[in-house]
């Protein structure tokens, strides 16, 4: 029996980034982002003036920022957010000069569909410029939030904009925290919205109840080494604010910021989906290696969030041709259950859960260029994984919410076939 070998890249490693092109089987998706760009920066105070604007600083308590931010206000890993509530019809945001060239945001407001825009660095961008089902957008606050959908790029807040007799108004946070720590599999590499089509995202999202945050980079490895281009892995990264890589060295340096758990409610279940790269002979880590970095992780997460439940997932490689049929080239399957128990044994209490993935994907799920997900494998691991949060925590989704997944039903929305 042969086995393919994965060749999970990271695309920083790559010159051309695809971002902002979606291909569905070689065709190109037609491009539906919006033009958002306004011709002066409401930053200047007195282009705000004449406009009729006012200004909320990126620290304003009105603004809730998810997943991870800096100091300065710039996002990291993958789908961060930032949401409040406002009045009125119109909402401008401005972007710092750490925003990456080409990034592409979603945005959506009163319960409407993602919207996705390109912003730009220095410049100010009207996301919303009506509300047209409201018939007094004065007296009705509704709310706003805005996903970065590249896992390799962010944006920096630098300040946001509404009509001058309008407010911002702080909105409560869910009471229930997921957070994911991962590689290119949990960033949605490869996707259609990357990300935002990512399963740890769908997963998240789809709850409609529950904040999250993405910890996830591809080509990382849980060992602290380099793997695909990241410096570090995953058992060092997690504690800091940046991912490690090239816009982490652009604009820290060698001093990241590390990250301030108590920043956020503590997370109630963590997600872990590591050992892909490792496993990849490319990066030379040993099995005893991986072994004992994973358990370290496991011990970081639980002195950080000691209620937090874990769930430990199994892996999925590529499928290969065999015989008369295709065979997953497997990954740390001994391993991965080994390391659960021993962490349960170790602190004397099933926090540490196994999550087998056998059989969520079929060979055509995994994208035979890609060795990643199709969004379809994207969504199959999404719904098995909140099926199985649901059954194991008895945690409940929302039956009404606004969209989670975007792009998807463009497929087969014909009748009279
Ligand atoms: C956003 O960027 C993508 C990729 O560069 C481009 O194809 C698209 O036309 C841009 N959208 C707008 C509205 O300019
Ligand atoms: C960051 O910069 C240092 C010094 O210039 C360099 O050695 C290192 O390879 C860089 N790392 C990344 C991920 O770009
Ligand atoms: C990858 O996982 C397989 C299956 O569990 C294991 O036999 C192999 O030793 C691992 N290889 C590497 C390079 O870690």
New binding site residues.
Partial sequence: MKFLTPFIATLSLLAVPTFGRIWDNDQLRPDTTIDTKLAVSLLDTKEAAKGGWKTYKPDAKELSYKGRWDSRHTSWWSAPGLKFGFTGEKVAISFGKYTSPGVLIAFRYAGQDWQFTNVTAGQTHELISSRPLTSDPSKTPTSFELRVTNWAYGVQIAGVHIPRSERLYRIPDFPKRLEVIGDSLSAGMYASYESLSSWAYLTAAGFGNVEYSISAYPGICVTDQECWGNPRGQVHQWAYTSDGNVRQNETWGNKPEKWNFKKQQPADIVIINLGTN????ANG?K?ED?VRSYKQLIDNVHSVFPRAQIIAMGLWNGFGPSGETYTPS??????IPEIVQSANRKYRKEFVHYFDVTGILQHNDIGPGTWHPTDIGQMKVAAQMQMFIKMKFGWKSESVGPMVHSGTYIYNDECCY
């Fill in positions: 490792d496993n990849n002979t880590v099995n991986y497997p990954a740390f399957v001994k391993e």
